[in-house]
């Protein structure tokens, strides 16, 4: 079991930063691959950014990428997502969330995830 918190949305801007944590209990922190999507009302949850066990390799989705870092400490049993240069587009509820069984290559699409956080909601003004 896993179970995760997310914190650190807001409100902000448009050109601001907000950096968002998730805190992670249960299972061995740094034995799963651990992700971040988003979902804006009306649409499907979709793929921000993950990272691997290590927080060597990390993947983002176009519309992020060089914008948005996604990050872990295993020390403390947490992940992060920093988001620069927040555009309006990317208000939504991001949600962290764990995959406990990798797959290479495995790591945009919501099912290949098996545990979820409840949630914390991004919003960017114009």
């Known amino acids: 079991q896993v179970q995760l918190v997310e914190s650190g949305g807001g409100l902000v801007q448009a050109g601001g930063s907000l950096r968002l944590s998730c805190a992670a209990s249960g299972r061995t922190f740094s034995s799963y691959r651990m992700g971040w999507f988003r979902q804006a009302p009306g649409k499907e949850r979709e793929f921000v950014a993950a990272v691997n066990w290590s927080g060597g390799t990390a993947y983002y989705a176009d519309s992020v990428r060089g914008r948005f870092t996604i990050s872990r400490d295993n020390a403390k049993n947490t992940g992060y997502l920093q988001m620069n240069s927040l555009k309006p587009e990317d208000t939504a509820v991001y949600y962290c969330?764990?995959?406990?069984?990798?797959?290479?290559?495995?790591?945009?699409?919501?099912?290949?995830?098996?545990?979820w956080g409840q949630g914390t909601q991004v919003t960017v003004s114009s």
């Open positions: 969330a764990a995959d406990v069984r990798p797959k290479p290559y495995s790591y945009y699409y919501p099912y290949e995830y098996d545990y």
